[in-house]
């Protein structure tokens, strides 16, 4: 965003609500006329038409048991990456494109505050994220309904609906925070991308599995719930086995519970957007 930003009337300072919203509304239109949204879209329409190729044509057994069955299966082994790369498209250089591209320096220097504009492009991401999710849902929702009608929609599937719109927003959090924290966009993305889709993944492979601790403190773990909930019956807290037969070493797979999932992803949604808020509201324009 580049030059003034239109508040209407010149002779009165809008509240930092106003603020917000206008902030909101230029940083949707940013979205609108850059390919990124339709990029994403066509991705997640083109995830979503492959899955019900793949239904359709092998009919799966771990797909059309049952119509919980059914979503556990779609929905645990695509949505969380369709979240991820929504966090990533919209709100990787949300911050840093600022810094990076110097529109920064001339966007402080309207009547706007820094919150309003931190928050205004937090909403604006937030709700584009929203949108692909939807399209996608819809598509999950469309094939669910085909192979068991009405009758055939779990409760559970709508809990990880819920549960999925949280990590959103914790995944937009933590997103927004490394946008603030680096100047370089191409920094901020590569970081949140390597977090997301391997570190944390790996971190709770060797902190479960191997240091046999719960990784209560890494996102994907509070994630998971969002698949656990459409197992019935809902996984065991934690898991231990012996790697052979009177072995002294053993591995434990932990699965979290469905209120430890939400405070997890609340707490990451809480403090990495406050954080990223303050980094942003200290940063100098140059």
Known sequence: MKGEIDFGDKNTVPNDFIQTLVMTKYASLDYLRSRRFFILLIISVLIGILLTGIVAYFRPASFLTSSLSFYSSWWSMSVTFIIILSAVFFGGDAISGEFQNKTGYFLVGNP???????IGKFLAAFLFSLIIFLVFTAITVGNGVYYFHSSGFPYQFFESFLLSILYIAAAMGLTFFFSSLFKNS???????VILLLFVFSLLQTLVGTLAHIQPWFILTYGAQ??????????????????????????ISSYYVRLGEGVIIMLGYFIITTIAGLFIFEKKEFN
């Open 186 to 192: 191409t920094t901020s993305i590569i970081i949140t």
């Open 225 to 250: 719930a969002i698949s656990n909930v459409l197992s019935n019956p809902y996984p065991p807290a934690v898991v231990s086995a012996s790697i052979a037969p009177h072995a002294a070493f053993s």
């Open 112 to 118: 706007i505050k820094r919150s309003s504009i931190y």
